[in-house]
């Protein structure tokens, strides 16, 4: 059994930081491109970052980059999102998803196996 387990989230104001972390396990691990969603209400599910299973290559949608790092650690199956310079418009829950080899490619919402979410609100 598949498991994705995130934490970290909570309520921060505008210019704060926050780090989320996600807990894999039941997979192997190191064959997974992992990446991290958001969706805020209202709205379709988004891509924020990804890294890459095989060479760490890391991918950022262009509204977070600068500002957030996607890593990852093998040997403890986690996966973290630092997030600086959080902006209200970065308001949503942040889902952790696993792509076995990133088969269907990182961009998109089509991971195989997808954590229940946690919340980040930045207020103004």
């Known amino acids: 059994q598949v498991q994705l387990v995130e934490s970290g989230g909570g309520l921060v104001q505008a210019g704060g930081s926050l780090r989320l972390s996600c807990a894999a396990s039941?997979?192997?691990?190191?064959?997974?491109?992992m990446g991290w969603f958001r969706q805020a209400p209202g709205k379709e599910r988004e891509f924020v970052a990804a890294?890459?299973?095989?060479?760490?290559?890391?991918y950022y949608v262009n509204s977070v980059k600068g500002r957030f790092t996607i890593s990852r650690d093998n040997a403890k199956k986690m996966i973290y999102l630092q997030m600086n310079s959080l902006k209200p418009e970065d308001t949503a829950v942040y889902y952790c998803a696993a792509d076995l080899f990133g088969r269907h490619g990182a961009t998109r919402p089509a991971y195989d196996y997808w954590g229940q979410g946690t919340q980040v609100t930045v207020s103004s």
């Open positions: 890294i890459s299973w095989s060479d760490g290559n890391t």
């Open positions: 039941g997979l192997t691990f190191s064959s997974y491109g």
